[in-house]
């Protein structure tokens, strides 16, 4: 990774992307960042965009325009890129498209002589994170993708708000597939040092630990309810790239619910899913398994389970 100067290639400037891009330069979260997509005139409108907020920032980024070749030197490559489901057309048929897509965007970047790490955060983000890594033959700790970041925090939110508590103060987790599969461990919850459950019982019926599972319901639908309202969710996931970019440039070592190659962790092999995984300029450094309940482990289990199935029917190679 160049210590020297942060940079970061992001392919696809769409909500996503560009919520991304936006929130990196606001947080003053890299020192370069160069757009890619198709749409080459769209890429070049959304550099100019964010140049003209620079002198409101306090960030000093070099923001423009570029092609593949720009990776060779890039410390991450951001992908957002994909296509849209058509009208009739299977789950399995839009990730083939996808998976030809992201062939066209992984082959130039790795003959650039790219060396840094991949995160992506197209949906459906375990499967094309692990799309990326079999194409491009990457040590699979430098390929990441979103995973649960985004919906362990909304998981926060909702019990700091429940339980009126700063919602940094709530440690739990969302695990598994980004998706209808996802679930959450509630035996590892915590609100400050005390489960979720002991706390609850403590308060005199003040909090009830059956609403428990109406907030992870909640947390499972809610990019539904937001697309409902706004067709769509972006700002959120752009945040959470940026907190994972954060993790890497400052080599924090921090936990975030990644999705990352399971290789025996909790049974699972040769599968992208979140997980808990301290993430570093390295990538992922390791994996925090959990002491998970039999049952969580069932659910865990049932979610790689189903993320195997989708991998095996895509023709990749």
Not at 112 to 130: E, K, Q, R, W, Y
Not at 245 to 266: C, K, M, P
């Amino acid at each position: 990774m160049n210590n020297q100067t942060r940079k970061i290639v992001l392919v696809g400037t769409g909500f996503v992307g560009m919520s991304f891009a936006y929130a990196l330069l606001n947080q003053n979260a890299c020192d370069e960042l160069i757009l890619i997509d198709i749409d080459k005139k769209r890429a070049y409108g959304e550099a100019m965009d964010l140049n003209h907020g620079l002198a409101f920032s306090g960030s000093h980024m070099n923001i423009r325009t570029g092609e593949y070749p720009d990776c060779a030197d890039a410390d991450i490559v951001a992908i957002c890129a994909g296509v849209a489901q058509k009208p009739g057309e299977s789950r399995i048929d839009l990730l083939q498209r996808n998976t030809e897509v992201f062939r066209s965007i992984i082959g130039p970047v790795m003959s650039s002589g790219f060396g840094g790490i991949f995160l992506i955060a197209t949906n459906p983000v375990d499967i094309m994170t692990h799309v990326t890594q079999k194409i491009s033959g990457v040590d699979p700790k430098r390929v990441i993708g979103t995973g649960t970041t985004l919906d362990t925090a909304r998981l926060r939110y909702m019990l700091g708000n429940y339980f009126s508590v700063d919602p940094r103060n709530i440690h739990a987790y969302v695990m598994g597939e980004h998706g209808d599969s996802e679930f959450v461990p509630w035996s590892q919850a915590l609100v400050g040092t005390k489960s979720v459950f002991a706390h609850c019982e403590e308060t005199g019926g003040k909090f009830c630990a059956m609403d428990m599972q109406k907030i992870s319901e909640d947390v499972k639908n809610a990019a539904q309810k937001i697309i409902e309202a706004k067709k769509a969710t972006y700002y959120g996931i752009g945040m959470s790239m940026v907190r994972i970019v954060r993790a890497i440039f400052g080599n924090e070592n921090s936990i975030l619910t990644v999705s990352a190659r399971l290789d025996g962790e909790y049974g699972q092999k040769d599968v992208y899913a979140g997980v808990p995984c301290i993430v570093n300029r390295n990538g992922v450094r390791e994996i925090v398994e959990l002491k998970l309940t039999d049952e969580e482990l069932r659910k865990m289990h049932a979610s790689c389970e189903m993320l195997r199935g989708v991998m095996k029917d895509l023709r990749i190679n």
